[in-house]
Structures are given as C-alpha cells and as structure tokens.
C-alpha cells in the first residue's frame, strides 16, 4: 500500500488478511463477493490503484444476497483495520450491492475466484468475464474514467463485449443508455452486432 | 491464504514479553522509593519533589506489586497503620477496571478484618469469584488461602501484618496530600487545594478538579465555593465557566514554607492508571499466541484507550499510519509516561533519557532472554 491506497494484489490481501483476522479473534466469519478495481487487482487483472473493496454481496449458503447494510461485526471489523492501517472508514463498502436488485450475468458465483483469509474470511473475487460485465454496465452509466480504464485492462474481445452488452440492457433498456453503449462499443472497435437483451 | 506482512510467529512477542517485564521493574523501584518516603519500611533513594496521590499511588502499587509480594505486603501494612488517612471512596473512585475493583476489594476486606470500622466493612459487590486468581505472578501453589483476597477473587498465603509502618512525615514534598488532609479532613476540600496548590496552571476548572480528584464535579464546585467564601480559594468567571485558584504565597506561609518550595504536581490518577494499563496488557498470556498484525492492533486498543488520560496529563500521542510501527510507537509511549513520572522537574528530559533508555525498541529486541 502506498498513501492510504490499494495499489497492487499484495495490498489486497495486507488489508482482507488482517480483516479475516479480526473477524475470526471475534468469532465471526463471512463469506464476501467483491468487484471493482481491488478485485482486478487482486487477480492480477489491473494496475489501477484504488482506495476501497467494494463489496456486491454476503454469500449464505451459496446464495448472494444484500450487503446493504454491511452486519456489525464486519463492520466493527473494517473500523479496526481502518484505524490500523490509516484507511479511511469506508474503505469496505457496499457500494455495488445495488446490482443484485436486477441479476446479475448467469454463472457469476460458479466462475467467481474463491480465497480464503483465515477461518474468518472467504472472498469470491469476480472473474474476468463477469468484470467486463459489470465494468461496461458501468462505464455507460456512470461515465468513462476509471470504469473505461479497468474495461480496456481486461482486454475484452468483441464477442465477450456484446454478451455484456446485451446483459447490461437487461439493466436499462432505455434508448438513452443504447447510445452511449454503442459509442463505448465503438471505442473498442465493435461497430455491429445484436444489442438486444 | 491470507498474506498480512506480518510474520505468524514473531520477534515482537519477545520484545513485548521484554518490554513487560522490564517496565514490570521499574514500577516495583518507582513504589518502593515513592512508599519508602510515605511510611513503608525501606530505605528511598531520592526525594521525590512532588506532592503524591495516596488513593491513586495504593491502586497502582495494589497491581505493581503482583511482582513483588513483600511490596504488596507492606503496602497493606501501611494501610493498616494509616488507615484513618484514606479516603475509601476516592480508593473505589481510582479504579479502571474489574481486576483494580477484585484488587482494592481484597485490600478493604482484609483491612475491614484487622481494623473493624464501617468505612471499611461496607463491602462493594465483587466480581466473579468461582474461580480463584493467583495474585503474585511468580506464585506457586497456595496451602492455604487467605479468607479476605479468596473473597475478592484472588488467592495468596494468609497475610499477617508486619506491624513496621509508621505515619507518613508531613513535612515531606511528597506527603502533603496527607498534610492537607490533617488541616482540612480527608475529603474533597484537601483533594482540590493539593490540585490547586500543586498545578502549574494559572487557574483550574471544576471539570479539570474533578478529574484530578477523583470527585463528582458537584461535590468539587460545593467544595470551592465553601473555600471560596472562606477567602482561602479565590473563584472567577470567564466566558461563563468558573475558574479557581489558591493563594500560593498565604497556604505557604500556613504550611511553613515559601511558595516556590510548594511541591510541584502530576497527573497521578491519569499516569498511574495508564502504566497499569500498558502492565496489565503487555503480560495477557494471548499476547504469546497472536499474529503479529493482531498483536499490533491490539497494542493499538491499548493505545487508544489511554489517550485520552495521557492527553489529559500533558502527553500527546503520534500514532503511525502502519501496524509494524504499533509497538515502537507504545514503548515511546511508555517512555513518555517514565520520564514523566520519573523525572525533576527540573531535569526531566536528561535524567529520564538516562533512566529509561534501556527501553528503546533496539534494546528491547536484543534481549534473548
């Protein structure tokens, strides 16, 4: 880590080990699917620095399910490993858990990538494809930027960015979000192709 | 599998198992020459230049002396034979914690057993007491335990006083708590001029009192406006907060000296409590089976916990952003709290770098034994 900032797959897991730690010193234990840049970089997939984990689910019994709001004690947890390593508070947030409201791509928990962090601690880290996914869906959504940075270091192909095309209209299928989908579509080079969900 | 940057098995749990027992010994010499000028029997090495919490000092030297069972012993000897100047209330009032509450409740039943009084015999509820603590840390099996310590929790040999204390000298720096005690009663009013007479601040709050003595704010501001009206305390307001301050040059000439002869003052409460703390910490058993991330945090709960007391007591705390720096950043805290506790006044910086440079966590890490 380097000024309060995520910024390579050793950082990752300097921060999620010392969180299995606390969770299993207080007898708990959680199963946590995260995405975003820590899970890109965690999987060797990115160099983006970051300042967070994002979390898009709790897994129970195989099932994922909100993490909003995030349970007490992990949060209690995260506050710890806050204040040990100069984070801010945030640093584990649920931020992207919004994304289960509307489904997310098929087969995401059986491709997830699983790591264990002590008896506290599993994360379901997103695979690649699942990323393109979500880091599209984002790209068009909330704008280029850091989205648009992790999408081009996934290097997707054009059919891997037509399926995520097609699951991201599931999540809006306005005309509004069509455009701007064909204009990032463009910028990778993907000109034609069925868009519809 | 998780990779912290944390070694599982450590060098730092030496360090700390070093850093326990070496700050184990200075505490035990620091009550021995600080009970040595009080009335124990024992030879002090220095004249202690500041006026002494009698309360604050036994609740400290009650778990100090857990290393040294002769302390301990004539720790309740004294108490035996001085009784009548302690404050009961202000003994309860300086506890941190169950183990200070398991500890002065033993002192009390014992004392209540040799010196019958109803002060004494009003016993608090005690913590759980099914299953007995050893109170000496390098004790072996007890034969038989005392009654007055197995009712609070702990179990040791049958104390027998030693009958060697004597009265404290009232003419001693350190023994004018006591002094005030003789003048004005043991209570409140004795507890606030000694704050007042001892500060190096111009004027104090009731707050700031309170905290020095252990009282209520209520009982403190009842006090002052009592000495107040009596013109040995004089009262102001500022911004709507009143402010106290005592005569210094009329209470010396009562006490037969000159103001700048006046003993200086410490934090007592606030000190002693966060070195019983930091001794309390550093010698869990758990410590030896953690990883050192979570020893580091731990160090760090400690840390925070008695900041706000070392904050209060004029010591400010840097913590690094970085939990390999978490035990560096305690033992310059120990070191603080030493020098503060430890040094004139007058050559505070010099003497304490002298005394306490053993801890250092270079040296510390060294020390194999």
Same mark, same amino acid.
């Given at each position: 880590?380097?000024?309060?900032?995520?910024?390579?797959?050793?950082?990752?897991?300097?921060?999620?080990?010392?969180?299995?730690?606390?969770?299993?010193?207080?007898?708990?234990?959680?199963?946590?699917?995260?995405?975003?840049?820590?899970?890109?970089?965690?999987?060797?997939?990115?160099?983006?620095?970051?300042?967070?984990?994002?979390?898009?689910?709790?897994?129970?019994?195989?099932?994922?399910?909100?993490?909003?709001?995030?349970?007490?004690?992990?949060?209690?947890?995260?506050?710890?490993?806050?204040?040990?390593?100069?984070?801010?508070?945030?640093?584990?947030?649920?931020?992207?858990?919004?994304?289960?409201?509307?489904?997310?791509?098929?087969?995401?928990?059986?491709?997830?990538?699983?790591?264990?962090?002590?008896?506290?601690?599993?994360?379901?880290?997103?695979?690649?494809?699942?990323?393109?996914?979500?880091?599209?869906?984002?790209?068009?959504?909330?704008?280029?930027?850091?989205?648009?940075?992790?999408?081009?270091?996934?290097?997707?192909?054009?059919?891997?960015?037509?399926?995520?095309?097609?699951?991201?209209?599931?999540?809006?299928?306005?005309?509004?979000?069509?455009?701007?989908?064909?204009?990032?579509?463009?910028?990778?080079?993907?000109?034609?192709?069925?868009?519809?969900? | 599998?998780?990779?912290?940057?944390?070694?599982?098995?450590?060098?730092?749990?030496?360090?700390?198992?070093?850093?326990?027992?070496?700050?184990?010994?200075?505490?035990?010499?620091?009550?021995?020459?600080?009970?040595?000028?009080?009335?124990?029997?024992?030879?002090?090495?220095?004249?202690?230049?500041?006026?002494?919490?009698?309360?604050?000092?036994?609740?400290?030297?009650?778990?100090?002396?857990?290393?040294?069972?002769?302390?301990?012993?004539?720790?309740?000897?004294?108490?035996?034979?001085?009784?009548?100047?302690?404050?009961?209330?202000?003994?309860?009032?300086?506890?941190?914690?169950?183990?200070?509450?398991?500890?002065?409740?033993?002192?009390?039943?014992?004392?209540?057993?040799?010196?019958?009084?109803?002060?004494?015999?009003?016993?608090?509820?005690?913590?759980?007491?099914?299953?007995?603590?050893?109170?000496?840390?390098?004790?072996?099996?007890?034969?038989?335990? !005392?009654? !007055?310590?197995?009712?609070?929790?702990?179990?040791?040999?049958?104390?027998?006083?030693?009958?060697?204390?004597?009265?404290?000298?009232?003419?001693?720096?350190?023994?004018?708590?006591?002094?005030?005690?003789?003048?004005?009663?043991?209570?409140?009013?004795?507890?606030?001029?000694?704050?007042?007479?001892?500060?190096?601040?111009?004027?104090?709050?009731?707050?700031?009192?309170?905290?020095?003595?252990?009282?209520?704010?209520?009982?403190?501001?009842?006090?002052?406006?009592?000495?107040?009206?009596?013109?040995?305390?004089?009262?102001?307001?500022?911004?709507?907060?009143?402010?106290?301050?005592?005569?210094?040059?009329?209470?010396?000439?009562?006490?037969?000296?000159?103001? !700048?002869?006046?003993?200086?003052?410490?934090?007592?409460?606030?000190?002693?409590?966060?070195?019983?703390?930091?001794?309390?910490?550093?010698?869990?058993?758990?410590?030896?089976?953690?990883?050192?991330?979570?020893?580091?945090?731990?160090?760090?709960?400690?840390?925070?916990?008695?900041?706000?007391?070392?904050?209060?007591?004029?010591?400010?705390?840097?913590?690094?952003?970085?939990?390999?720096?978490?035990?560096?950043?305690?033992?310059?805290?120990?070191?603080?709290?030493?020098?503060?506790?430890?040094?004139?006044?007058?050559?505070?910086?010099?003497?304490?770098?002298?005394?306490?440079?053993?801890?250092?966590?270079?040296?510390?890490?060294? !020390?194999?034994?």
């Amino acid at each position: 880590m380097s000024n309060n900032s995520i910024d390579n797959y050793q950082a990752v897991d300097q921060l999620l080990g010392p969180l299995g730690e606390q969770l299993a010193a207080h007898g708990e234990s959680y199963t946590l699917a995260v995405v975003g840049g820590s899970a890109l970089l965690a999987l060797g997939l990115s160099s983006r620095p970051t300042r967070d984990v994002d979390i898009l689910a709790i897994v129970e019994n195989n099932e994922l399910v909100s993490a909003q709001p995030l349970p007490a004690p992990l949060l209690d947890a995260a506050h710890t490993v806050a204040r040990d390593f100069g984070l801010p508070a945030e640093w584990l947030n649920p931020g992207p858990t919004s994304l289960l409201d509307l489904g997310l791509p098929d087969g995401f928990y059986q491709r997830g990538q699983h790591r264990i962090y002590g008896p506290g601690l599993e994360i379901l880290f997103a695979s690649r494809i699942d990323q393109i996914h979500l880091k599209l869906y984002a790209t068009v959504d909330q704008g280029a930027g850091k989205h648009l940075k992790d999408l081009e270091a996934l290097q997707p192909t054009h059919p891997e960015l037509l399926g995520a095309a097609r699951w991201s209209r599931s999540h809006d299928p306005s005309e509004g979000y069509l455009d701007v989908l064909k204009r990032v579509l463009a910028h990778f080079g993907v000109h034609n192709g069925n868009l519809d969900p | 599998m998780s990779s912290s940057g944390f070694s599982p098995t450590s060098e730092s749990t030496m360090e700390i198992s070093t850093l326990s027992r070496r700050l184990s010994e200075q505490l035990v010499a620091f009550a021995w020459n600080e009970w040595a000028q009080m009335g124990v029997l024992a030879t002090p090495h220095r004249r202690s230049p500041w006026a002494q919490d009698p309360e604050a000092l036994i609740v400290f030297t009650l778990e100090v002396a857990r290393a040294d069972a002769r302390l301990f012993d004539e720790l309740l000897d004294w108490m035996l034979a001085n009784e009548s100047l302690l404050s009961v209330r202000r003994l309860r009032a300086m506890c941190i914690d169950e183990n200070d509450r398991a500890l002065v409740a033993a002192a009390l039943g014992w004392l209540a057993r040799q010196r019958p009084r109803a002060r004494l015999g009003d016993r608090e509820p005690t913590p759980d007491t099914t299953t007995l603590r050893p109170l000496f840390r390098s004790g072996g099996p007890v034969s038989k335990a !005392d009654e !007055d310590f197995a009712a609070a929790g702990w179990t040791r040999p049958p104390l027998t006083p030693s009958h060697k204390s004597s009265p404290p000298d009232p003419m001693a720096p350190i023994n004018l708590a006591f002094r005030l005690r003789q003048i004005l009663g043991v209570g409140v009013r004795a507890e606030a001029v000694r704050v007042l007479l001892t500060t190096d601040a111009p004027w104090v709050n009731a707050q700031t009192l309170a905290r020095s003595t252990g009282y209520a704010k209520r009982n403190v501001h009842d006090a002052l406006a009592g000495l107040s009206k009596a013109g040995v305390v004089s009262a102001f307001t500022v911004a709507g907060e009143q402010r106290y301050t005592a005569d210094r040059p009329a209470w010396a000439a009562l006490l037969g000296c000159s103001p !700048d002869e006046l003993p200086s003052g410490r934090d007592w409460p606030q000190l002693l409590g966060a070195l019983r703390g930091i001794l309390r910490w550093s010698s869990r058993p758990e410590l030896a089976t953690m990883s050192d991330y979570l020893r580091a945090s731990s160090a760090r709960d400690l840390i925070e916990g008695i900041r706000p007391d070392l904050a209060f007591a004029g010591i400010p705390i840097d913590i690094s952003s970085s939990p390999e720096n978490t035990l560096s950043d305690l033992v310059e805290v120990v070191e603080s709290v030493l020098m503060t506790i430890n040094a004139d006044p007058h050559h505070k910086v010099a003497n304490a770098r002298q005394r306490f440079e053993e801890l250092e966590p270079a040296n510390l890490g060294s !020390d194999t034994r």
